[in-house]
């Protein structure tokens, strides 16, 4: 197959250690018209580094590229900047984006957190190309339009973000209406927090996609009381609402996101 | 008594409309007959013009109480004889075997409203489960398609039992029904169907298009969805390696049973699943209304009861 060739147009820095690229392709097209990549590759040179990719004007073979240079030191990254601008390029380990948009999307509610950035400023894009409507749901440290992220190109098409730390997110999904999806980036015990409240408003799991970050913490449901309680797969752990000795299977329910806990036999 | 049903007379007949009687059916020993879930059907066997035949009725009596079962039958032009035998012959006091209930219309656990659309003798199944919600204190609305008040079954104990939650369209009246209804709803809202096989298309391909997801929608077929020329075909059953002809007109599930291979089946319309076998090699010709899209395409299986083999030998895992 014949490699996609990269050439920058235009960037723009958008945080402290992201920026945005606009490329064109010199041969070839890309798999995906949203996707994830791991490598940068020049002539002489790779770099290891988080990349995201839409694809807003593919029929002209032009694509919006988001790279985070955070794991690369100043002169990484001066080298890298330098890079771009002098020579063509290509993108290595290509995956799919995390996120996939359902047919028949009306609306989506994108909850972010920091450490999912650079994921969420894809969706966003993609989201917009794709005329959806969205509510930006954020961390109060991170304000997508605020002082953060300077990113001229979505001024006018970005909605604003409204912090959810201290909104009463369980009314706020109750409200929404059928043809709304739930799009969760960020640490996991803001995704397992947000995906719990999704399920009790009745959000199934197809209306609900996630990334988590970080460590996952393992839950376990006690077959008596029918709460959660922190714990593995196949240990023993005492329910923290019940108080009953459970032995911990290694069944584990996606929908509960939790091992099955039976209570101990004596 | 075959195994696997149950002997039971016919008591109260009533008429629940000009074309729709009720008919409730005591266990012939005079035990309680199971508890079912609302949803639930049975299959009724009936000798009628030395012909047995099999016709699935949903229950609608109180599913945890009653004790015994209740079913409607509406008398149709197009009958193929059960429903002129329901509706023209049977007495009360008559005995017949019937299933043990089944449920492949359940009630979704995780719904948080549920909407029920019936067009005339589809509200039998949601009698049962309005029924069961009403106890549970759920929240529910049934919007209820008939040709008239008077052809409307029902009508007097639903407009007394569910006030509110019940909304009528009559057709003599000019008033339609539309999926439309079921736009700007609530996250957590279900929905279910029960009418013509095209009503059921139109409302399901709806409500897809209104977003709501595979799993909140529900409906269940009554009759055989998907048709075509019912050629004659082999198939060979791989472990043996013996070849069985399928005669024109008739299908594998019938063929398999009748040469003593015995496989679960429950439903015989291509709806429910039971009689899928694993297929090793050919191509199926799927006329089921059990499998999706994408099942077609990763699983090698085949619904005995309707599909056929679409050229060639299907070699089963047999």
Redesign the interface.
């Known amino acids: 197959m014949e490699a996609v060739r990269l050439k920058l147009i235009q960037e723009q820095r958008i945080s402290d250690y992201i920026y945005v690229l606009e490329v064109k392709t010199l041969t070839g097209s890309l798999n995906f018209y949203h996707g994830a990549a791991e490598q940068l590759r020049f002539k002489h040179q790779s770099f290891s580094l988080p990349i995201r990719f839409t694809a807003p004007y593919q029929e002209v073979g032009m694509y919006r590229i988001f790279i985070d240079t955070y794991f690369l030191t100043d002169e990484e990254r001066l080298n890298v900047l330098n890079q771009l601008r002098t020579h063509d390029f290509q993108l290595e380990c290509l995956s799919p984006l995390s996120f996939v948009l359902q047919?028949?999307?009306?609306k989506v509610l994108l909850f972010i957190e920091e450490i999912a950035l650079l994921e969420s400023l894809t969706v966003m894009e993609m989201l917009a190309n794709l005329h959806i409507d969205m509510i930006l749901l954020v961390t109060d440290e991170l304000q997508i339009t605020g002082k953060q992220i300077n990113y001229k190109l979505w001024q006018d098409s970005m909605p604003t973000a409204i912090s959810f730390q201290n909104k009463d997110v369980h009314f706020l999904?109750?409200?929404?209406?059928?043809?709304?999806h739930i799009f969760a980036a960020g640490a996991w015990p803001m995704v397992d927090r947000l995906k719990r409240i999704a399920e009790d408003?009745?959000?199934?799991?197809?209306?609900f996609q996630f990334k988590g970050y970080g460590e996952m913490t393992p839950y376990v449901f006690c077959v008596r009381c029918y709460k959660l309680t922190k714990g593995n797969q196949n240990t023993q752990v005492q329910c923290e609402h019940c108080r009953t000795i459970l032995d911990v299977s290694n069944q584990y329910s996606k929908r509960l996101g939790a091992y099955l806990g039976n209570i101990k036999a004596i | 008594m075959t195994s696997g049903r149950l002997k039971v007379i016919v008591k109260d007949i009533k008429y629940e409309s000009p074309s729709v009687k009720s008919f409730k059916l005591w266990s012939a020993d005079d035990s309680l007959l199971p508890r079912f879930s609302g949803g639930s059907h049975i299959t009724t066997y009936v000798m009628y013009n030395d012909r047995l035949i099999e016709r699935h009725y949903s229950l609608i009596n109180d599913s945890k109480a009653d004790g015994y079962y209740q079913i409607a039958v509406q008398r149709s032009e197009q009958s193929r004889g059960g429903s002129v035998y329901w509706n023209d012959y049977m007495k009360e006091g008559d005995q017949l075997e019937i299933s043990y209930p089944r449920s492949h219309f359940p009630l979704s656990f995780?719904?948080?409203h549920h909407m029920f659309f019936a067009a005339g003798i589809g509200i039998t199944p949601f009698l049962a489960m309005m029924r069961e919600l009403k106890k549970q204190g759920k929240s529910f609305e049934l919007h209820y398609a008939s040709p008239s008040r008077e052809m409307c079954a029902f009508f007097a104990d639903l407009i007394t039992m569910y006030p509110r939650q019940v909304h009528f369209y009559f057709s003599s009246e000019k008033n339609r029904m539309s999926p439309k209804i079921?736009?700007?709803?609530?996250?957590?809202?279900h929905v279910y169907f029960c009418g013509s096989a095209q009503m059921m298309k139109e409302y399901a391909a709806e409500a897809?298009?209104?977003?709501?997801?595979?799993?909140?929608i529900h409906y269940e077929w009554f009759e055989t969805q998907h048709t075509g020329p019912l050629n004659a075909f082999q198939v060979k059953l791989g472990r043996s390696g013996k070849i069985l002809e399928v005669p024109e007109n008739e299908s594998l599930l019938n063929t398999l049973l009748a040469c003593g291979v015995e496989i679960p089946y429950a439903c015989k319309i291509g709806g429910c699943g039971s009689c899928q076998i694993d297929v090793v090699d050919g191509e199926v010709d799927h006329r089921d209304s059990f499998l999706n899209d994408e099942e077609r395409v990763a699983k090698k299986v085949i619904i005995a009861c309707v599909s056929r083999a679409q050229k060639g030998i299907v070699v089963l895992d047999l």
């Open positions: 047919p028949n999307t009306q999904l109750s409200w929404q209406k059928i043809g709304t408003v009745g959000f199934s799991d197809e209306l | 995780e719904a948080k079921m736009e700007n709803q609530y996250i957590g809202t897809r298009k209104y977003g709501y997801p595979a799993k909140n």
